[in-house]
């Protein structure tokens, strides 16, 4: 614990992703101590889920791992993980905060050897790839995960065989009885970057998530598309494993839309241009076919939707498709008008990826514990503490970046005022 | 300075200590390369090692560590000592976890020692090697920020660096400040709820607060003609009309907005000038204000207003990019045409996408619920009326064909050119886009590169082509903000101006600890270079990816070390071996080159050197560790600051060694770049199709040297990568420096 001047300059960030990360180290290399809480085994967030960026198409861990240096060279920078903020009180320039830190067991003298994964013989779905496949009860996410450290799923920890486990552990970080600790902070600023997640798409009804399965998702079409997810990268059909070349990406599914989602959540159709690529560059005989409201390539991204227009293997339909069957040989059919032409159509294909919005964390699992706090309808925070990246609104990774930043600008206004 | 007094730490945890013949690795630590303390631990990131380094420290045994163990992007904390010299030798992730060894395999478990010895002498001469970097400091440096700029963006980072404790010098060219914000009548909303409603323009408080605030020194009416030196010393000249300035600040926010696309220029289909009654959306926005909503031509209420969107935009002859702002900003001024005339009032968007992202979707439903009409099309013609107003011709695309709409306005919405000369020096063609002319320089830089702030990616924009970083410009200390960095709308702008205001007091407290900022954060080492050897070639000078290095009367390069984000290009480009660091130059890597043991001919074992990016590369290396993918015994892994440093002197010493292959391991170059220096890895592989020239002077094979891309998620591809790479040379006679 810091001394008394030092916690009233703290800075407390919530959510490590890729807004959280970069409020923490700007502020930190500004001079500020910081303090992120991250709910997650590890940092990295939503980011760390995706395949590529757009327009680069690009790895986000190349970014994240820069991010994760600044961080590893800055003592400035305390980190937790498996925390939650519980609950704030007090007023900007002095918060009161408690921290819920949950059990990793696994202790930071994990090695990242590796050996208790390989003893482990249970296995749970994975909630990196969505539960696509199986995973160890003990592992860490993937091989460039920050913090390394290994950590076991609560529930396998209460089993025998986790004991088993323990005792592979070759440094003895392995703890499955560990509980978990409250801890409280003085801060000066909070910044909340819980960040999003995706919509439920087993509520767009019409369209049969959950229910076909060669229809889903556009974050799990990420997965699917990265060489360490449920198909090492392969772009198949769940239902058959069949190469997936004929695919549909259905833009707004569930946005825009005032039984779903009300509001646009900006990335979707950059998103599903990038995921074309990621067909297209796989299958060079592939077909892909956009449907969309409208393409929403905001500013400089406008050369992004040129390029992917230039690509003859993709097509676009205007239209908010009205319904998704499944014909007889698990393709799934979307059905619909063609708003340009007045045509009605039923297309099959391998594989439809709805691409659904984003849900704000803050409005369904991680509001923000403060009586002073403020959200909108859509519950993106408004006030009371501050908001950065898609905690504030839906955005796309270089507006969180900008957001983020601001966000410290702001949090060292009220850690100012406070000195 | 006290002696060097080296201690190296041997780790035989996570079975380091099973693979590798200790007692062996010990001895080329001790009686090869004298290292006058080595120890070994079985788990040296547990607080026994720790205490066991420590104490060493803590009673002056040694002050400078080496630590053999993992990779050096694990257990930083633990391996966190308050020293200067600290070098991590990679036994386990680059080292055992990356070789595949059956047991009693004695040719592979030998392979394996080797390695693991080489490592360790790479580590011991690399320290050696190393001196102690001592911080650029500067005792009359400044930690005030420039402004340039005193519209929305300027104001917005003026005082949000006042309230952060830092002083701010603002320069406006015009005599009043506000910028385009003064001549709006409301403003969109502030992504704060209600979004349906417009709100209240507020430039007048903000400029007020920025006024009233004593840390801030407004010039109006005034231009930098001059900014010379570096961060923390940034001279610059101030003129008016009357007076001249000079003023020493540490950074500099550049806040200069946009221009507004020619409208002389659009298309003749969309009819500007062919009556009074086209207007761009500025002369709308003016005449709303004014409280004139009228037809130009006889001064009539214009009730009926068209707008049409994306005018010069999204399209290859004019604009190629979309503003961002247009959509929403259109129906605003749609509003205000519904809000005065109510039921008499009819308006029509001519749109090709409406874009309203996020929760301004509420605006957009606002706009039709306030009975603004969309027609998605193309406005074809425009002919003026006898009557006055004019009349649209539509080609409207959801079915209804051409139409004509008699309207008493025609408002053509324009978009955003930036205002910042983006010129780079290594680009042919530093034209912008939707300009005929470079816009004059803002800060006039006196820099040997020249005085532009270059772009980074393809538009006109000084916008950063890093997704992760956006301020990220290839002028230290220097940030742009709001539109002159990339088109966007108001809320935008106030978030993007205070994010620059964040990095430009973070530039200023780097410089003043001496330290580097992004992405080399909180490095103390600059380079400086050996005047006597110097040939006044200027590669350096005009290489920087930075514009950091200027040059004197002679060509001979003047570091500017707050500049400076150490990426050690220079040092690379530098064929006379005179620019160095103090903890890396190239004589350290070429010492590191030569100490690697290099098996007889007969003994049948190659020697492959990879120069690896530290940044991508070595991360994937590190990463295909952790999934245990092997790769050949013969590879020797060397890290590079970024392949902008390498030197082709590393080339001819890794041949005249006796090497058979080198393989560069660098980030993307080109468009869509990934080095994080933006031109270190484009350089190296310029440099690279100069090495022919060295190994047909040593009559050996040109493809013996390769340079390959790596992205940091190549582990599943790079075994492949390096293993073809193996094949490609064992298919060539040994090396037949071998030996010499």
Redesign the interface.
């Known amino acids: 614990m810091a001394d008394a001047h030092a916690a009233g300059q703290t800075i407390l960030v919530v959510g490590g992703g890729?807004s959280g990360l970069t409020t923490a180290?700007?502020a930190a290399?500004?001079?500020y101590n910081v303090l992120l809480v991250e709910k997650d085994p590890h940092l990295g967030g939503r980011v760390a889920q995706h395949n590529k960026?757009f327009?680069?198409?690009?790895?986000?861990?190349?970014?994240?791992?820069?991010?994760y240096?600044?961080i590893?060279?800055?003592?400035r920078i305390r980190y937790l993980t498996l925390a939650e903020v519980e609950e704030i009180s007090g007023s900007e320039g002095n918060y009161t905060v408690r921290i819920r830190k949950n059990p990793r067991f696994v202790t930071?003298?994990c090695?990242?050897?590796?050996d208790c994964s390989a003893v482990c013989t249970t296995e749970v779905p994975d909630p990196f790839n969505f539960g696509m496949n199986q995973v160890k009860a003990i592992r860490n996410n993937h091989?460039?995960a920050f913090p390394?450290w290994y950590y076991m799923d609560p529930e396998f920890a209460k089993t025998e065989a986790a004991k088993t486990v323990a005792k592979s552990c070759?440094?003895g970080a392995i703890q499955p009885d560990m509980e978990a600790t409250i801890i409280e902070e003085q801060v000066a600023a909070v910044v909340w970057a819980t960040g999003w997640k995706p919509y439920d798409a087993e509520k767009i009804r019409p369209y049969g998530f959950g229910q076909y399965a060669n229809v889903t998702t556009n974050m799990r079409f990420e997965r699917l598309a990265n060489?360490y997810g449920p198909t090492?990268?392969k772009i198949v059909r769940p239902s058959d494993g069949k190469e997936a070349k004929k695919v549909a990406f259905i833009q707004c599914a569930g946005s825009?839309d005032h039984n779903y989602l009300?509001?646009?959540?900006?990335v979707c159709c950059l998103a599903s241009m990038k995921q074309a690529a990621y067909v297209r560059d796989q299958y060079p005989d592939s077909e892909v076919t956009i449907f969309y409201i409208?393409?929403?390539?905001?500013?400089?991204?406008?050369?992004f939707l040129?390029k992917t227009r230039d690509d003859a293997g993709i097509s676009w339909m205007k239209s908010k498709p009205a319904r998704i069957e499944e014909d007889a040989n698990g393709n799934p059919v979307v059905i619909g008008e063609n708003?340009?032409?007045?045509e009605r159509y039923a297309l099959p294909f391998d594989l439809v990826v709805l691409a659904t919005g984003m849900e704000p964390h803050s409005a369904v699992d991680a509001k923000v514990p403060f009586a002073g706090a403020s959200q909108?309808?859509?519950g993106?925070v408004?006030g009371g503490v501050l908001a950065a990246g898609c905690a504030?609104?839906?955005?796309d990774?270089?507006?969180s970046?900008?957001?983020?930043?601001?966000m410290?600008?702001?949090a060292?206004?009220a850690a100012?005022k406070r000195g | 300075m006290e002696p060097k007094k080296i201690g190296c730490y041997i780790c035989t945890?996570?079975?380091i200590g099973d693979a590798l013949d200790l007692k062996a690795l010990k001895a080329i630590a001790t009686k090869e390369q004298k290292i006058p303390v080595v120890k070994d631990h079985a788990?040296l990131?547990?607080s026994e090692g720790v205490a066991m380094i420590q104490k060493d420290l803590d009673d002056g045994t040694v002050n400078a560590v080496i630590i053999a163990a993992?990779s050096h992007?694990?257990?930083?904390?633990e391996f966190?000592f308050d020293i200067d010299l600290m070098e991590r030798v990679d036994l386990r992730d680059k080292g055992i976890w990356l070789l595949d060894v059956k047991e009693g395999d004695e040719t592979a478990e030998e392979d394996r020692q080797m390695m693991a010895e080489d490592y360790l002498r790479l580590g011991s001469v690399k320290m050696k090697k190393m001196d102690i970097p001592s911080p650029f400091l500067h005792s009359e440096g400044s930690k005030d920020v420039l402004v340039v700029g005193g519209g929305l963006a300027g104001l917005t980072a003026a005082r949000?660096i006042a309230?952060?404790?830092y002083n701010a010098v603002l320069v406006e060219k015009s005599d009043t400040l506000g910028g385009k914000m003064n001549s709006m009548l409301k403003v969109t909303p502030d992504?704060?709820?209600p979004?349906r409603d417009m709100a209240d323009n507020f430039i007048g408080a903000l400029i007020s607060e920025v006024e009233a605030d004593n840390r801030i020194k407004i010039f109006k009416n005034a231009t930098v003609t001059k900014t010379s030196g570096q961060p923390g010393q940034f001279d610059l000249i101030i003129k008016n009309a009357s007076s001249t300035k000079e003023i020493r600040v540490g950074s500099i926010v550049v806040a200069t907005g946009f221009d507004l696309y020619d409208p002389a220029k659009l298309p003749a289909n969309l009819g500007y000038g062919s009556s009074p009654d086209v207007v761009t959306s500025a002369e709308f926005e003016k005449m709303a204000k004014e409280g004139k909503i009228v037809r130009k031509s006889d001064g009539q209420p214009a009730k009926r207003v068209a707008f049409a969107l994306c005018a010069g935009q999204?399209d290859k002859e004019h604009l190629?990019?979309?503003?961002?702002a247009c959509c929403i900003y259109s129906m605003k001024q749609a509003m205000y045409v519904i809000d005065q005339f109510g039921i008499d009032a009819s308006t029509y968007l001519i749109y090709q996408?409406?874009?309203?992202?996020?929760?301004?979707?509420?605006f957009y439903?606002a706009a039709q619920e306030k009975g603004a009409v969309f027609i998605k099309g193309d406005v074809t013609g425009v002919s003026g009326q006898a009557k006055g107003g004019v009349a649209v011709q539509v080609n409207d695309?959801?079915?209804r064909g051409k139409e004509s709409l008699e309207v008493d306005l025609l408002v053509l919405a324009t978009g955003m050119v930036s205002t910042v000369d983006t010129t780079d020096p290594n680009v042919a063609s530093p034209v912008g886009t939707g300009r005929d002319e470079l816009p004059g320089s803002i800060l006039n830089l006196q820099y040997r590169q020249g005085p532009s702030l270059p772009r980074l990616?393809?538009?006109g924009?000084p916008?950063s082509?890093?997704?992760?970083?956006?301020?990220e410009t290839r002028r230290t200390g220097i940030y742009v903000a709001g539109p002159a960095r990339?088109?966007?709308g108001i809320a935008?702008t106030?978030?993007?101006?205070?994010?620059a205001?964040?990095?430009a007091?973070?530039a200023v407290?780097?410089v003043a600890q001496g330290v580097a900022?992004?992405?080399r954060?909180?490095d103390l080492s600059f380079p400086s270079y050996r005047a006597e050897g110097c040939t006044q070639c200027k590669r350096c000078t005009e290489e920087c990816p930075f514009g950091a290095i200027n040059e004197d009367d002679k060509g001979n390069p003047l570091f500017n070390p707050a500049r400076c984000r150490r990426c050690s290009t220079c040092m690379g480009a530098c064929p006379a071996k005179v620019i160095s660091f103090a903890n890396y130059s190239v004589d350290m890597i070429s010492t590191m080159i030569k100490e690697i043991e290099i098996p007889e001919e007969d003994e049948e074992k190659p020697r492959i050197l990879v120069f690896a990016c530290t940044?991508?590369a070595v991360?994937a290396l590190d990463?295909m560790g952790?999934?245990r993918s092997p790769i050949s015994p013969y590879i020797r892994i060397i890290p590079l600051r970024c392949m902008g440093s390498l030197s082709l002197v590393w080339i001819a010493d890794a041949m005249s060694k006796g090497f058979d292959g080198v393989l560069l391991m660098g980030c993307?170059h080109g468009d869509?770049y990934?080095c994080?220096n933006v031109r270190g890895s484009a350089l190296a592989e310029n440099r690279l199709s100069k090495v022919s020239e060295t190994l047909q002077r040593l009559k050996l094979e040109s493809n013996r040297v390769k340079m390959v891309e790596v992205?940091?998620?190549d582990?599943?591809t790079l075994p492949g990568v390096i293993g073809s790479f193996v094949e490609q040379i064992s298919n060539l006679n040994p090396n037949p420096y071998k030996g010499f």
């Open positions: 890729i180290v700007e290399e500004t001079g960026y327009p680069k198409l690009c790895s986000p861990t190349c970014g994240l791992e820069i991010n240096q600044r590893k060279n800055n003592p930071e003298a090695t990242g050897c590796g091989a460039m390394s070759p440094v060489v090492s990268g825009r009300p509001f646009c959540s900006r409208d393409l929403r390539a905001m500013d400089r991204y406008e050369a040129q708003t340009l032409t007045g909108d309808d859509y993106f408004t504030a609104m839906p955005t990774v270089a507006s970046v900008q957001s983020a930043t601001a410290a600008m702001k060292i206004h100012v | 945890g996570c079975g788990l990131c547990g993992c992007r694990e257990k930083s904390a966190r949000d309230k952060a404790g992504n704060l709820p979004y999204r190629d990019y979309c503003s961002g996408e409406i874009r309203t992202p996020g929760q301004m979707e509420d439903r695309h959801l079915m990616g393809a538009s924009f916008d082509h890093f997704i992760c970083f956006p301020y990339r088109p966007m935008a106030m978030t993007d101006a205070s994010g205001a964040l990095k007091i973070q407290e780097a900022v992004h992405p954060s909180g940044n991508d991360p990463m952790r999934l993307r869509d990934q994080h992205n940091i998620m582990a599943e």
